[in-house]
């Protein structure tokens, strides 16, 4: 009479991190929507935010997807908070109206969590990575497309740098003639 152990493992989900911005984004967006405070200011850009966070986890090979998603939500920084300081519901609105000004508050604030999230899985599907160097008691940081690019700067490398291909294509031989026939 024993017991059986029973695991319970759950999926590995791709873009964990983009589908739960999604859903946040869609929770906060939809309650903000509620009330008429805002009189639909905030549905144009919250729409295309949305579309283009769609897109961006549909295709997580595109850049251009990533990048105009990271875009529009910066953009919608700026525009929810002018719009949230414009129609921002007084104390003689109904409380659904203050609700939905509140959740608009909310999902401003996770746009500059999401702003940053967003601007590292650009940086991922750049190629782009990031690198420290450490120089003397210091670190220096930055990002750069390959590791060849760090031979080239002064003083960070002690090894010889190997000659360019144009120094090469002066030893080559020359081409063979043509051996097409004109008629």
């Given at each position: 009479m024993g017991y059986q152990e029973i695991k319970l493992e759950l999926p590995d989900v791709p873009k964990l991190k983009l589908k739960s911005l999604?859903?946040?984004?869609?929770?906060?967006?939809?309650?903000?929507?509620?009330?008429q405070w805002?009189?639909?200011?905030?549905?144009i850009h919250n729409l295309m935010f949305l579309s283009c966070f769609v897109w961006s986890?549909?295709?997580?090979?595109?850049e251009d997807s990533i990048f105009l998603c990271l875009a529009i939500n910066i953009l919608s920084i700026f525009l929810d908070i002018i719009i949230l300081a414009i129609h921002y519901p007084s104390w003689t609105?109904?409380?659904?109206?203050?609700?939905s000004?509140?959740?608009?508050?909310f999902?401003?604030?996770?746009?500059?969590?999401?702003s940053y999230i967003l601007y590292q899985e650009w940086g991922e599907r750049k190629g782009v990575v990031a690198v420290a160097m450490v120089k003397g008691n210091h670190m220096e940081g930055g990002s750069v497309?390959?590791?060849?690019?760090?031979?080239h700067y002064p003083g960070q490398f002690d090894g010889k740098v190997e000659d360019s291909p144009s120094q090469y294509r002066q030893n080559?031989?020359?081409?063979?003639?043509s051996y097409s026939v004109n008629n």
């Open positions: 999604f859903l946040g984004h869609l929770l906060l967006i939809s309650w903000a929507t509620l009330g805002g009189e639909q200011a905030t549905l986890i549909a295709l997580p090979q595109s609105t109904s409380h659904t109206a203050e609700f000004a509140v959740m608009g508050i999902n401003l604030l996770l746009r500059l969590v999401s497309r390959s590791g060849s690019v760090l031979t080559l031989p020359p081409l063979p003639p």
